[in-house]
């Protein structure tokens, strides 16, 4: 990072809003401002849409923040906090693809698709066909190597801005396997990971039982990706942006958004509280963002791909880093307020209630790797992750309604990818570019 942007970021903020989380009776706009500055609504007070704001905050713009929720109550409030660089891989592959029928047809796998969704499902997995195609997956790995290895310290900036430093750790993570054939099967992922400069050590058994002594033994070994990291508190790292916005005067509307139209001076937004005028709208509201597309003529093959945590507040045993189980689908990763187990799959609509035998059954599995690890008052969660059948999110600015642009579809690493999403919209207004080429992020893929 140059310092001159990082002294870009961190500047003083250049104007000041002054209602904070306003009644919908009350519903204020910002004057009209000069120059590059606009007025940006922000949809979402998930953590992409906090850090798009924060981010936008910090340039200049004058942002006002929306959500139909409280902020952080979507998928974001429960994530397993793991910074990843290992996830650059489209989620459909061969073997994946030959075991769905069997996927269909099970109750509890950690992967699983409920009938009521087998439809969806056949859609998705239609559009996700074409990333078995090797240049097609080439181009969407390269691009998401390169989005994870800028990740962290963008992240850190947006910690460092709110205050929140103390919750981000750069111990790396680790990938445990019990099967050597599975870790063997791994090998042609570690070669495609090393080519894209993601650092990672293949480790023998005794390399990773002192790694984490208090896995079981023998495990057969795994992969330390070196610069992998970990949110030792995704929900109050959320809320540390949202409060340095309050603080700065960025309005909050409780509200759901059902429309953006063109008007003669910018965008107006329909909510469930009244309306919003803008210049610019970003629409960040996860798996929500893909109704608010459809409305607005667009295509967002967004699934419900839900995930569960357990949270053990007394585990009985420790760990230093993020330790997945590939062969289990399920990570285990050291909180600030005990031991997340997060992970499990289950296509099926947003809205069906939650079974949270999912989640309880990480226990069982975890045992199995981390003997002695205790159940005590473990409270389970679930998240609706939105994820696009290709794996890269989407950033950019909807072709046919100009000034509406959108962040979403985060799937698995919404949190590892918010602040590097934040710094590419940041450059769709006007602010410098990373450094990597985001345009195959773009919605028009889909079209
Ligand atoms: C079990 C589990 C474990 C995970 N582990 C990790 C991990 O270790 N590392 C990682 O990087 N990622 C992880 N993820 C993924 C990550 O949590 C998501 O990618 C991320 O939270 C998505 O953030 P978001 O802001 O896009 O969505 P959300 O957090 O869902 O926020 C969207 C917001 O938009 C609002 N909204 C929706 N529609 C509207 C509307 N019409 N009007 C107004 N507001 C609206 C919602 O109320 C919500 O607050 C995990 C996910 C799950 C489920």
Not at 31 to 56: E, H, M
Not at 94 to 105: A, F, K, S
Not at 145 to 166: D, F, N, R, T
Not at 307 to 334: C, D, K, N, W
């Amino acid at each position: 990072m140059s310092s001159s942007k990082r002294r870009r970021i961190l500047a003083p903020r250049l104007f000041s809003l002054t209602c904070v989380r306003t009644e919908m009776s009350d519903l204020k706009v910002a004057d009209k401002l000069s120059g590059q500055r606009q007025r940006v609504l922000v949809v979402g007070a998930g953590i992409i849409g906090l850090a798009v704001a924060l981010r936008l905050q910090q340039d200049g713009h004058g942002v006002t923040l929306v959500d139909r929720d409280e902020p952080m109550s979507g998928c974001s409030a429960g994530n397993a906090g793991h910074l990843t660089e290992a996830n650059i891989f489209p989620p459909l592959s061969l073997e994946l693809l030959m075991q769905l029928p069997r996927l269909l047809l099970m109750r509890d796998g950690p992967v699983v698709v409920r009938p009521s969704y087998a439809l969806q499902m056949a859609a998705w997995v239609r559009r996700a066909l074409p990333t078995l195609n090797s240049d097609t997956k080439e181009q969407i790995v390269t691009t998401l190597a390169a989005m994870s290895l800028a990740a962290y310290e963008e992240l850190k900036l947006l910690a460092q801005i709110s205050g929140a430093e103390e919750l981000l750790h750069r111990d790396g993570a680790i990938y445990a396997f019990r099967s050597l054939e599975a870790l063997d099967k791994k090998a042609a992922a570690l070669a495609v990971w090393q080519a894209n400069d993601v650092k990672v050590d293949r480790l023998d058994a005794d390399e990773l039982a002192e790694m984490e002594p208090a896995l079981c033994r023998p495990l057969a070994g795994g992969f330390f990706f070196r610069n992998s990291g970990r949110c030792s508190d995704p929900k109050e790292f959320g809320m540390r942006m949202f409060r340095k916005l309050a603080n700065a005067g960025v309005p909050f509307h409780k509200a759901r958004v059902d429309d953006v139209q063109r008007t003669g001076d910018g965008l107006r937004l329909t909510t469930s509280s009244g309306d919003l005028q803008a210049d610019k709208v970003v629409l960040c509201a996860g798996y929500g963002t893909g109704e608010l597309i459809r409305r607005l003529g667009g295509t967002a093959p967004l699934a419900s791909e839900r995930g569960y945590h357990l949270m053990l507040p007394q585990p009985s045993i420790a760990l230093r880093r993020p330790v997945a189980f590939p062969e289990h689908y399920f990570i285990a990763t050291p909180m600030d307020n005990g031991l997340r187990l997060g992970g499990t799959a289950e296509f099926c609509q947003p809205d069906a209630p939650p079974d949270y035998r999912r989640a309880h059954a990480m226990l069982g599995l975890v045992q199995q790797y981390l003997p002695g690890t205790s159940g005590t008052d473990a409270e389970p969660w679930m998240g609706v992750r939105p994820s696009l059948p290709d794996g890269l999110p989407t950033i950019g600015e909807l072709t046919k309604r100009p000034g509406v642009l959108y962040a979403f579809g985060h799937g698995h690493t919404g949190l590892t990818l918010s602040g590097i999403t934040a710094s590419c919209v940041s450059a769709l207004l006007g602010g410098s570019a990373p450094g990597f080429d985001f345009s195959p992020l773009d919605l028009k893929r889909f079209e």
